[in-house]
Structure formats: C-alpha cells, structure tokens
C-alpha cells in the first residue's frame, strides 16, 4: 500500500532533518560536499526552509548568534569548508537543540500553521502549497499564505493568481483581495487585483464573493462556472463571461472576445516591454476579438487600423492608437 504523508509527518521529519544537519554543519568535519547538499535539501521545500529557520532561531537564544550571520556562515561553508565553531560541547548542544526544537515544533504543530510568501516579477510562476492547492501567478505578483488545521487564508497582495483548490470540506480556502474576500472548498478560480479594481472569475465548483469588512451587512455574490465578479466605484457586480479566455494568459496567449479596446491594451501592456496608449477616450468601448501570443504588443497591434477606425504611430517606447 502506498504511503501518504500528512501535513504533520512532513513537518516533523523536515523537524528532524533540520536538528540533524544543524549539529552536522558544527562539526569541523562537515564536508563541503555536505555542506553544498545541506544548501539543496534547504532550498527544495518551503517546510524545510521553515524547520531550518526555527533551529536557528532557537539556537540564537543559546548562543546569541544573530541570524545573518548564521545564515551567511553556511552559504560561505557551501564554497568553503571553513567549520563553524560552537562556544559548547558539540554533543550537549545536540541534545539542548533537539529538546529545543521539540518544544518549538509542538506548537507549531498543535496550530498546525504555516506561514509562507511567493513573489514573482518578470516571469510567471507555479507554486503548490501543503494542502495540495496550486497556483499560477502571473507577472508581478505577490500572495501571503497561512495554512492551518482549520483554515486556509490567502492575502492576494498585487497582481493575477489563477488558484486550483485541494478539496478539503473542513477548511474552507479563503483569498483576501483587500476589497472583499472570495471564499472556496475545492474549485478553480481566478483573482485580478490592481489600483482600481478586483475581478474575480470562476472556472469550476462555486465561490462566493463577501464585501469588504465595513460593509458586511450587504450580501455575499455566489458564482457559478462562467461568471465574474467586478469591484469598482466601490461596489460589486456580477456578469458572464469567457472564462477559458480570462484565463489564456496562463498558457502564453491573449484571447479576446469582443474585448473593449481599453481592456485588451492593459492585457497586452502586462507583457510587452513596447506599450500601447489610447489617444482618446473614445477608443476604450471599441471592442477586438483574436488569438494573440503574448509579450509583442507592436505585432498585435499591426493589424488593428485593418479592422478598426484607428491609425498607429510610434512614439519612442510607445505605440499611440489614434482615431481615424
């Protein structure tokens, strides 16, 4: 029979490899080939990132070692086998570490809490998180994670974050947009978020889209598969649309629909190092359909006085769409 970790199991072994490799790196002689595998095994989960984390903090109050410096030793270390020399016994810091660590992962454990960020900038992303959850971020974007036995919580904190929800009926999967909250079990939806509005839209399953904390006294908005929800001029709306279009990004295109003009420059800008610009604003309601690859807005753009009343011109970095 297959075996499956739980949360749990994988934060106590992340707990236990982290006390080991802590004791081994002390040693004079921690090889560089360790050290370079320590560096690995680090790097190749977020939950040992954490275990390692919480070692060195509890090891801090023992010897009063300020984390950067700890932290800048074993990146040295991994180039260059100098040992890390301890004030105590090697064998007795052992066994304070471990009973240390112990205390420290229980409560860690009793919460069953985790609190991780991601970040992108210049490329999109996929991260999976310890529920089993997935999510695709897009360019610029960013999300704070906290995992817990009887919650999952996600601040969107900027940008577009296409999220795959593990089943879980016990822990319902919420997304703080900073203007409401989208809250899920199992199901894949899409949260935008800039200056000036949030768009939520939703692929499969059901979400419902709660208003912002001061005004809970209005309804939640329920969605079903195809719908969107929109929040600007402080309220919220719900409309239909194409969701495998929304979500095209994701997959390296731009597919638009009748898209407003106004809309389809802001997608094609996320990419492309040459912007667009609307010379007027009776340019934003004209609307565009097609199938674009993303990343080059003057290819895209080529076609339009084709099929539309409008003329191009270069302006440095910018193409200017001016009416006809």
Same mark, same amino acid.
């Given at each position: 029979?297959?075996?499956?970790?739980?949360?749990?199991?994988?934060?106590?072994?992340?707990r236990n490899e982290a006390e080991a490799w802590f004791v081994r790196l002390m040693s004079p002689e921690c090889s560089a080939a360790e050290r370079r595998s320590f560096e690995q095994w680090r790097a190749s989960s977020s939950v040992n990132e954490q275990a390692y984390a919480a070692t060195e903090r509890l090891w801090q109050r023992l010897d009063g070692m300020e984390a950067d410096e700890v932290i800048g030793r074993h990146a040295a270390a991994a180039l260059k086998p100098e040992p890390v020399v301890r004030r105590w016994p090697l064998a007795l810091?052992?066994?304070?570490?471990a009973v240390l660590v112990g205390v420290g992962v229980v409560s860690q454990v009793t919460t069953n809490a985790t609190l991780e960020h991601y970040q992108t900038l210049g490329q999109s992303r996929k991260v999976t998180l310890s529920d089993g959850s997935e999510v695709m971020m897009d360019l610029a974007t960013g999300i704070d994670v906290r995992l817990s036995r009887g919650e !999952?919580?996600?601040?969107? %904190? *900027?940008? !577009?974050?296409?999220?795959? %929800? *593990?089943?879980?009926?016990?822990r319902p999967f919420r997304v703080d947009t900073g203007r409401g909250e989208v809250t899920a079990l199992g199901t894949q939806f899409q949260v935008d978020v800039d200056a000036d509005r949030v768009v939520v839209t939703l692929l499969e399953g059901a979400v419902s889209v709660s208003p912002p904390e001061a005004r809970q006294q209005e309804p939640a908005l329920r969605l079903a598969p195809g719908q969107q929800a929109?929040?600007?001029?402080?309220?919220?709306?719900?409309?239909d649309v194409d969701a495998a279009a929304v979500v095209s990004w994701s997959s390296g295109f731009h597919v638009f629909s009748a898209t407003p003009l106004a809309e389809a420059v802001r997608e094609i800008n996320r990419y492309s190092?040459?912007?667009?610009?609307?010379a007027d604003p009776s340019l934003e309601s004209l609307v565009i359909s097609g199938?674009?690859?993303?990343?080059?807005?003057?290819?895209?753009?080529?076609?339009?006085?084709?099929?539309?009343?409008?003329?191009?011109?270069?302006?440095?970095?910018?193409?200017?769409?001016?009416?006809?």
């Open positions: 029979m297959r075996s499956v970790l739980t949360s749990m199991d994988r934060v106590r072994l992340a810091a052992a066994g304070v570490i !999952r919580n996600i601040k969107l %904190v *900027a940008g !577009r974050a296409l999220f795959d %929800v *593990a089943h879980d009926a016990s929109r929040y600007s001029n402080s309220n919220w709306a719900r409309r190092t040459t912007k667009l610009r609307l199938n674009f690859k993303t990343g080059d807005a003057e290819t895209i753009s080529s076609a339009w006085p084709i099929v539309l009343p409008v003329t191009l011109r270069k302006d440095g970095a910018e193409i200017v769409i001016a009416p006809r």
